[in-house]
């Protein structure tokens, strides 16, 4: 069965500091996209990063960066140098194949709640 | 470019009636999902609509259905509301698998049953 896990339920840091937010994913299948999505209070989920299961390059946008490792089945998220306005929920979301009549379904995890104080 | 749009913002209806949630896509889009995202569940897939037709379900009862125009908008029926259906619906829109390069997401419906 494919399933994601956000073991991290909460995560509080202090602006500026580096934080971390992990991913683990489980699937049968050879072909899969994995997603962050942030969650801000206002509801909508906003589109971070898309990966395919055959792309392991490590990719790196402003202060967000995520590394990638099938070996360990994870898709971890970081913040360099965090800000308060970084403070949301974060999702890490699986896609099985985008074979057509397969698609349009995300797993998602249960999030990670992220706070970043001045 | 104009984003997903989802009304109303926010619902309130009783126990029993019924609810209906409606989203426009981004113009090109024709593929359409709708998400469930209720307090300490998460976020669920319900379902999956592509050139007016149902391609993917969730695991959600009947009551719950919707369907696409041909201008690729889409609705949300929920019947015979239930308390736990309260929660926030999110839709979101995506050019149709395999081209789908990511999901937009509206900014919601949150629906409160009481």
């Known amino acids: 069965a494919q399933k994601v896990t956000q073991a991290q339920t909460e995560i509080s840091v202090v602006e500026k500091e580096d934080v971390t937010l992990d991913c683990v994913y489980e699937?049968?299948?050879?072909?899969?996209?994995l997603f962050w999505y942030k969650q801000p209070p206002s509801g909508e989920l906003v589109f971070l990063i898309r990966?395919?299961?055959?792309?392991?390059q490590n990719e790196i946008s402003g202060r967000y960066s995520w590394n990638f490792q099938k070996s360990t089945s994870s898709f971890n998220f970081t913040i360099t140098a965090s800000q308060v306005v970084d403070s949301a929920v974060y999702f890490c979301?699986?896609?099985?194949?985008?074979?057509?009549?397969?698609?349009?379904?995300?797993?998602f995890g249960q999030g990670t709640e992220l706070s970043v104080k001045p | 470019e104009a984003g997903v749009t989802q009304s109303p913002t926010h619902l309130i209806k009783t126990r029993g009636q019924q609810a209906t949630l409606r989203c426009s896509p981004i113009?090109?889009?024709?593929?359409v999902y709708w998400y469930q995202q209720a307090l300490g569940l998460g976020l669920q897939f319900l379902l999956w609509?592509?050139?007016?037709?149902?391609?993917n379900r969730g695991n959600f009862p009947p009551r719950f259905s919707g369907r696409q125009f041909p201008n690729y908008s889409s609705e949300l029926n929920v019947n015979a509301l239930e308390l736990e259906d309260s929660a926030l619906y999110l839709c979101?829109?995506?050019?149709?698998?395999?081209?789908?390069?990511?999901?937009?997401f509206g900014s919601g419906t949150r629906l409160t049953v009481v």
């Open positions: 979101a829109s995506s050019l149709a698998p395999p081209y789908s390069y990511g999901y937009t």
């Open positions: 699937t049968r299948d050879t072909t899969y996209y």
């Open positions: 990966r395919n299961s055959f792309d392991e």
């Open positions: 979301a699986l896609s099985e194949t985008m074979i057509y009549n397969q698609g349009g379904k995300l797993i």
């Open positions: 113009s090109g889009h024709t593929s």
């Open positions: 609509y592509d050139e007016g037709e149902e391609r």
